[in-house]
């Protein structure tokens, strides 16, 4: 007859602490970021193509003292910047219309769908010789980053409750005292989950382009280390991109969280 060993009791103040900390969402992105480095040490001991978290942090800190690559990294930084200006406020404009407007949401909503479902890095060729070189990466960062605002400003406001415009109507409010009073509280979770998206976004439609046709910008950089063989370079250039953006869509999402 075996006998089975009791389990180990904490006294409920433990129990406590230790269910906040599995809880803690600081604690469990920390234990994921270890892991994946981890990972990152292991595929790095498999294949040469992989530099370890060591090297390209190391490569990454030397980067970021070249003038050379700071300009680019400005350049890229400026192009993503006015993207995601002019696709936030196209996407909001156009969001607002659409959600304001049940004819215009039946007779451009079908559209709108298949333009977003087209890849749109295949109207680069057709972008590049109407808005030149650079200004074919802004109009493809703001492709990129306009739709996920659209949908969802003009999704907040369809679903603003009917009750709130008959008060509105009631108090004769004006359009500016309804866009201000009404809509805006109303869709500033939905647009704020749009402008989070937009940010990843944007990144991606400018990087993107300056893969296929840049004099400057990080696109360029990770192209060249590239063709050279210089992984570790073109790694660290990817890393800095992530992290850049990563932390914009952290800042925005705890943003996003206090807003009830």
């Known amino acids: 007859m075996t006998t089975t060993a009791p389990a180990p009791r904490y006294p409920s103040s433990t129990r406590s602490r230790l ?47 070249d003038p050379g690559y700071i300009f680019d990294v400005r350049v890229t930084a400026q192009n993503v910047f006015f993207a995601f200006v002019i696709g936030t406020a196209v996407g909001g404009v156009l969001g607002l219309l659409l959600g304001l407007s049940e004819w215009l949401r039946r007779t451009f909503e079908p559209l709108i769908i298949m333009l977003n479902g087209i890849p749109k890095i295949v109207l ?7 808005f030149s070189l650079v200004g074919s990466k802004i109009v493809m960062g703001v492709l990129f980053a306009l739709f996920p605002v659209l949908i969802n400003v003009s999704t ?19 359009a500016w005292q309804k866009l201000v009073y009404l809509i805006a509280p109303a ?8 402008i989070r998206l937009a940010v990843s976004l944007a990144v991606v439609g400018v990087v993107l382009s300056e893969f296929f046709a840049t004099r400057r910008g990080l696109g360029r950089v990770v192209l060249q280390a590239y063709s050279h063989g ?6 660290a250039t990817l890393v800095l991109l992530i992290t850049v953006s990563f932390t914009l869509s952290i800042a925005l999402w705890q943003w996003e969280k206090r807003i009830q």
Do not use: C, H
């Open 19 to 65: 269910r906040a900390l599995a809880e803690n969402q600081f604690v469990g992105s920390l234990a994921l970021a270890v892991l994946l480095v981890l990972l990152w040490q292991v595929a790095s001991g498999l294949t040469f193509v992989i530099p370890s978290p060591a090297e390209t942090i190391s490569v990454l800190a030397d980067n970021i003292t």
């Open 187 to 194: 869709i500033r979770r939905p647009l704020l989950t749009g």
């Open 230 to 235: 210089d992984y570790a370079s073109m790694v």
């Open 124 to 130: 680069y060729p057709v972008l590049l010789p109407i």
């Open 156 to 174: 907040g406001v369809r679903e603003i409750p009917r009750v709130y415009w008959k008060l509105a109507e009631s108090v004769q409010a004006d």
